[in-house]
């Protein structure tokens, strides 16, 4: 039992990280019904700038608290990204916008290789490490062994996507949003301002790449400028199968996904096919629910 | 001075309308890709080496002494990059001989192109028996897999005196692989159990799942042959969970990186490797501390290796008196002991050297001698 329970609380640990990624998959799809292949090199770079932050904060040695460093690197990294975000899509997307979507998707792939070999180029290739902002406290109870750190990140992470869920819900631009994602002909005749609305949808989505990129860092803290790919995958399967375009279905996902990576190993008795059961899962799915698990069905208006 | 000897040689690199013979030498190395210190040793303790043959005159071939020229290729660490970089470091840069690749995994396919295409390949530090298995061309610096989990079999049962030990390893790779396999044959030959043999694959930076199971079966020691960026992660990952026994590794370990990432947890872990600078010649010091006021740092395993295998290479080359691949290679499996800067290697036929390993422990954030073991 006690060997269950732990195994869910990595699982939660890692499908918190996943889910905070896809979002911003499913946002900007909702959107623009494109997918932003960069998203995560975005989440990438949102790791390197927390580190500098975290290395700048630690380094001025004015013994700040703990939380203080970590909410600093926190804004830094959330702001740098969203601006980073807004920019690839005003340089990048927004020309393509009338092109054909494969257009924009190929891109979209581009723009992360570019941020990739960006980062190689000017940071090296050497792994980073992000310095331990908090100090890691083991705790233990009924038999599950977690840190601080953990607890830390599933709080934040949950944290992030119930504002999120909130704006989208419950404000103007929340509103907004949705009506350029129902229809993004009459939206505009309705007085929505797309493009601003479109920005916004990045830059939401980015910074809330680049808070999972620092608590990512804070679990793992090894940093590669190819660190994005992987997770960036994992994420974007969690935006599918959840149901991409809806936001609770990316969160969804992306605890599934954490739980598919944690319990292969265990019940398969080797990691070996962690990855093949991953995509099984989402061909499967995608055979009999091609919308993903919350998607609604889109009809074609005549 | 060295950096007379660096800029002398780039100008002999620069012109490359020369006419006159030369010796020219591939490196395959690792220069991006997960391991960038190794091929970052690598390509320095290369150029360390021609810099110093061209600076005293050249290589005596024959009766003449030719200057020594280095090509080098990037693998991205990737298997297919490293086949190719063999490839065109053959058939554009007609290079007589290559020294690397490093790891396993990109050693193995490009000694077969090297094998293919006859021409002479020093893997500095790929340790798996298959880089050289059949292979009359292709030659190594370092000890093999077998006897390094040999090594790490017996540390374990006789100095740790630990009855049962944990495994988790890198299935992706074959050096992680092919040791991690060793040593679970010689442990449990040896009378110990192992009670997890758990893997991944190369890139996970979660290792929580395995390391539940691993803590489920209570070892009292947990073996990590992975290299030096993925270990810190492994082993922070591991006593966060409450692990709580010994942690040993292997030659992989050993790049100061790994201290960098790795921090307290670390402390008291101990690992094979090629050579303990503490103890080293006065050969080997004098290398050590010319290499140091080079580059601002210590050489580590690979750089070490690196230049053994280019002084191999060379001592082949004299004595051949010629610059022609087969005898080069005939000249090398002919040397039957050398001694070089990580020790003494004997040669028995094979491309495979037998050649003693230390044990070095992490105190004090640094690596430590512990103990030599000899084959």
């Known amino acids: ?91 990048a997307y927004r020309p393509l916008r009338q092109a054909p979507r494969v257009s924009a998707v190929i891109t979209a792939l581009g723009v992360g290789l570019f941020l990739e070999n960006f980062t190689l180029a000017t940071i090296g290739p050497e792994p980073r490490q992000i310095p331990a902002i908090i100090p890691v406290q083991q705790l233990s109870w009924a038999g599950i062994s977690f840190t601080n750190i953990q607890i830390l990140i599933i709080i934040v992470a949950i944290g992030l996507m119930l504002l999120l869920d909130w704006v989208v819900r419950h404000t103007m631009t929340g509103m907004a949003m949705r009506a350029i994602s129902y229809d993004c002909q009459v939206a505009p005749l309705m007085g929505v301002p797309v493009n601003r609305v479109i920005s916004l949808t990045f830059a939401i989505g980015s910074a809330i790449a680049g808070a999972g990129g620092l608590l990512y860092g804070l679990a793992y803290p090894v940093l590669d400028p190819y660190m994005g790919i992987r997770i960036g995958w994992w994420a974007f399967i969690s935006a599918v199968v959840g149901g991409i375009g809806n936001i609770r279905g990316a969160m969804l996902g992306g605890f599934l996904l954490g739980a598919v990576e944690i319990f292969t190993p265990v019940l398969l008795a080797s990691s070996t096919y962690r990855d093949c059961v991953a995509f099984s899962m989402l061909l499967i799915l995608l055979v009999f629910k091609p919308t993903g698990i919350l998607g609604r069905p889109t009809f074609e208006k005549v | 001075m060295c950096l007379v000897w660096l800029v002398f040689s780039l100008i002999c690199c620069g012109c490359s309308t020369r006419t006159e013979p030369e010796v020219r030498l591939g490196i395959n190395a690792e220069l991006t890709g997960s391991k960038p210190t190794v091929g970052d040793s690598c390509k320095k303790a290369a150029e360390y080496l021609a810099a110093q043959i061209n600076q005293g005159g050249g290589l005596k071939v024959g009766n003449k002494a030719l200057p020594v020229r280095l090509f080098i290729e990037d693998n991205e660490d990737k298997a297919e990059s490293a086949a190719a970089a063999a490839q065109k470091l053959i058939n554009q840069n007609n290079v007589l001989a290559i020294i690397g690749p490093n790891a396993s995994g990109n050693a193995i396919p490009a000694a077969r192109i090297c094998e293919d295409n006859g021409v002479i390949m020093i893997s500095p530090w790929s340790t798996n028996p298959k880089t050289t298995e059949g ?60 009670v997890a043999f758990a893997s991944y694959t190369t890139g996970d930076k979660d290792f929580s799942s395995q390391l539940t199971t691993i803590k489920a079966t209570n070892p009292q020691l947990l073996f990590l042959p992975n290299y030096y960026n993925e270990v810190p992660l492994q082993v922070k990952q591991a006593r966060n969970q409450g692990l709580i026994g010994d942690i040993i590794g292997s030659d992989s370990w050993g790049s100061q990186e790994l201290l960098k990432l790795g921090g307290q947890e670390l402390e008291g872990a101990y690992f094979s490797t090629h050579y303990a600078p503490d103890l080293a010649s006065p050969r080997a010091q004098k290398f050590i501390s010319e290499y140091e006021t080079c580059y601002g740092k210590k050489p580590d395993d690979v750089a070490a290796l690196t230049y053994d295998a280019g002084l191999l290479l060379c001592q082949a080359i004299i004595q051949a008196g010629s610059l022609d691949r087969g005898k080069v290679r005939d000249a090398l499996a002919q040397i039957t002991e050398y001694e070089g800067v990580t020790g003494r290697m004997t040669f028995r036929g094979s491309g495979d050297p037998i050649k003693s390993a230390v044990i070095l422990q992490i105190r004090d954030g640094q690596f430590k001698y512990f103990a030599t073991v000899q084959p």
């Open chain 1, 1 to 91: 039992m006690a060997l269950a329970l732990q195994y869910l609380l990595n699982a939660l640990q890692l499908g918190s990280v996943y889910a905070l990624i896809a979002l911003g998959y499913s946002m900007v799809y909702g959107i623009l019904t494109m997918i932003n292949f960069a998203h995560g090199d975005i989440f990438m770079v949102g790791a390197y700038l927390a580190m500098w932050a975290a290395c700048f904060l630690l380094g001025l040695n004015l013994t700040f608290p703990a939380m203080f460093v970590f909410l600093g690197a926190l804004l830094f990294s959330m702001t740098l990204t969203a601006v980073l975000g807004v920019a690839i899509e005003r340089l």
């Open chain 2, 135 to 194: 292979k009359k061309f292709i030659f190594r610096a370092c000890f093999i897999d077998d006897f390094q989990g040999q090594v790490m079999a017996k540390f374990a049962r006789q100095k740790l005196r630990v009855g049962t030990a944990a495994v988790l390893y890198d299935v992706a790779s074959e050096y992680n692989k092919g040791i991690a396999e060793f040593f679970k044959k010689f442990f449990e030959a040896d009378g110990g159990k192992v």
